[in-house]
Every structure is written in structure tokens, then in C-alpha cells.
């Protein structure tokens, strides 16, 4: 377990160069079901860098953590991925330095 009782589903950050970071959290079991299509997860969006932070509570379905495991292979083979609806995390691959540096965007429309 991660800080907070939570799992890291996902932690990119910049180290110490400006203490920027995206994290998706896994915090627990929903609701669960009689079926394994009826279990969901809580997890949230966590956002911080330097002139911004900010927190978004979301549930996430079993498909969403199979097209999570698309993505990982997508982003293993050097591709850039967009994942889930709303919100959607998009993460870009830079090659322009010496070491190819992720570029994650975290999308809400529900504002």
C-alpha cells in the first residue's frame, strides 16, 4: 500500500527539478458485485506541480483497467496513450532529450 492507504496506479514525476507529479490512486473496492463486471474501483487524479494543484475523485471499471493494460503495452512500445473518458490522462513520449521524457496531460470536462 501506497501513502494513505491508497495504490499508485500510475506515478510520473520530474524528480527534483520542479516537484511536479500525476498520480492515479487506487483507494478501494467501490461497490462490489455479483459478477466481476459489476465491481468497481474508488481512485482519484492527483495533480501537483509548482503553480497548481488539484485532487478528482473518480470510479473505475474492470474495462477501464483492461484498456490500462493496452495502454502499458502501447507506452512499452515507445507510443503515446490516451486513457479513460472523462477524466482522460493522455502521456506523450518527448525524444528530444537524451533520455525520452513522458509528457502526461490530465483532461477534465466535467467542470
Do not use: K
Amino acid at each position: 500500500m501506497g501513502e494513505g492507504g491508497g495504490v499508485d496506479l500510475i506515478r510520473v514525476s520530474d524528480g527534483d527539478i520542479g516537484g511536479s507529479s500525476v498520480r492515479l490512486r487506487v483507494l478501494g473496492r467501490h461497490s462490489p458485485g455479483a459478477t466481476p463486471y459489476n465491481d468497481h474501483l474508488d481512485a482519484e487524479v492527483v495533480v501537483a506541480s509548482g503553480f497548481a494543484n488539484g485532487r478528482l475523485e473518480m470510479c473505475l471499471s474492470p474495462e477501464d483497467l483492461n484498456d490500462w493494460s493496452a495502454a502499458l503495452d502501447e507506452l512499452s512500445a515507445g507510443r503515446g496513450v490516451r486513457w479513460l473518458r472523462n477524466p482522460e490522462i493522455q502521456i506523450e513520449i518527448d525524444r528530444q532529450f537524451s533520455v525520452p521524457m513522458p509528457i502526461v496531460t490530465v483532461t477534465d470536462d466535467n467542470e
